[in-house]
């Protein structure tokens, strides 16, 4: 290259090899400051562009980073939350498993205690009573579970829930067949048991003969051999001699004697509260003193022993030891 003086020019001498002409540019010296500067400012225009898209990437990037990020948090914020339910479910699970068997003990108790009302009633009722579905199983009642706990911790599994929900839902079932069977069985055990109560009740209401027919009241009298006013301490309940004469109440005997005198063969029965029911001018008596008699039990058979005009019972209360009016009891 050389200068080319006077005219501002630069000439460029391009020599390719010897055997080729050499090759001569003029330039001129501005041209060729300006070719230099061009390339500066393109390659610092490129250099701009380069970092203001970079610069876009990365901001394009960190706002799906974020975005992610956010992701992240709300998944793992849905997990906790399912998990926590998964863990009250589970919970939930346990206690209901707990309470189920807690109930089924319980019913079992209340269907023991059924057996052993009927047991009682077979006992003592007169008629026969049907066979309950199920039989009596010996249970007791729990103790408080939140008091007497311990042991070591063993996580639960998913399988576990689901035998135990199933192990659970066999328990209601079960519950369900036992519900079924006491609502048929109850109402007639409980019937059966209020008929057995009454009959061994010790309360004197039951009338005490099959005759109605009374033929003398309790209070004053005309007395039937004198023709003089008397007390009668009972009522005269007239019938066929040898009909049979049952215990108005439960009780026991305390006298079955043959007297001799104006009371003929005659039974006391002692019952609760202080009260005695006296049964006189018996033909024969059927039970002894000591034994304890139930409600409507035939002791003896109607008669005319003793001071008597014909057949008939001499039925009388006796309060406290004070003689008081039978019929407020039997009517």
Not at 99 to 108: I, S
């Amino acid at each position: 290259m050389k200068n080319a003086k006077g005219n501002g020019r630069v000439t460029l001498l391009v020599m390719r090899d010897a055997q080729h002409s050499v090759k001569q540019l003029h330039l001129s010296k501005p041209l060729m400051m300006a070719v230099p500067a061009v390339a500066v400012l393109s390659l610092s225009g490129l250099v701009l562009a380069l970092q203001a898209h970079s610069s876009q990437v990365i901001s394009q990037l960190e706002q799906k980073v974020t975005a992610e990020s956010l992701k992240n948090v709300q998944m793992q914020r849905t997990v906790n939350s399912r998990e926590q339910s998964i863990e009250r479910l589970q919970n939930e699970i346990v206690n209901l498993s707990s309470q189920a068997k807690d109930m089924k003990q319980r019913m079992d108790r209340v269907d023991e205690l059924e057996n052993q009302l009927q047991q009682f009633i077979d006992k003592h009722g007169t008629t026969s009573m049907a066979e309950p579905a199920s039989g009596a199983k010996a249970s007791s009642l729990s103790w408080d579970a939140s008091q007497h706990v311990g042991g070591e911790y063993i996580a639960v599994h998913e399988n576990d829930m689901l035998d135990l929900a199933q192990e659970t839902k066999d328990d209601f079932q079960e519950m369900q067949t036992l519900l079924r069977s006491m609502e048929n069985q109850i109402p007639s055990t409980l019937k059966k048991a209020e008929e057995t109560q009454d009959r061994i009740s010790g309360q004197p209401d039951l009338w005490p003969t099959e005759s109605r027919v009374t033929t003398s009241s309790f209070g004053y009298r005309t007395d039937p051999f004198t023709g003089r006013a008397s007390f009668h301490a009972g009522i005269d309940i007239a019938g066929d001699n040898g009909s049979p004469v049952y215990a108005a109440g439960a009780g026991t005997i305390v006298t079955a004697e043959n007297s001799g005198g104006a009371r003929g063969r005659y039974i006391v029965i002692e019952h609760p509260n202080g009260l005695q029911t006296w049964y006189m001018h018996l033909s024969k008596i059927q039970a002894h003193v000591g034994q304890t008699v139930d409600k409507g039990e035939q002791i003896a058979e109607l008669g005319s022993t003793g001071r008597s005009t014909g057949p008939h019972l001499h039925f009388q209360v006796v309060k406290k030891d004070k003689p008081v009016n039978p019929l407020p009891y039997i009517q």
